[in-house]
């Protein structure tokens, strides 16, 4: 796939971008290079290969989920405005 300088005016034109000849110009090459990269990667035979997330085996590394904070939840609600029945009372925001 190929784009002419009038195909780019109009990609631009639809974009709201205003382009000279020279970047007009300019920009068509550097699409039409993507496009011609685009058709290389699609050339190539990937029948037997598994699609994969990402290029190398990495994984994240995890740390154990165990509690590591003291309960103090007593604590804070006590110096509090409002609590009822464990929850924080706010005021209405929304009628």
Known sequence: MSLSPEDIQRIARLARIRLTEAEAAQTGA???????????????????????????EVYQRLRADAVTEPNRRELFQAIAPQTEAGLYLVPKVIE
């Open 30 to 56: 550097q699409l039409n290079g993507i496009f011609r990269l685009i058709e290389q990667m699609q050339a190539v035979d990937t029948t037997g290969v598994a699609p994969m997330a990402h290029a190398q």
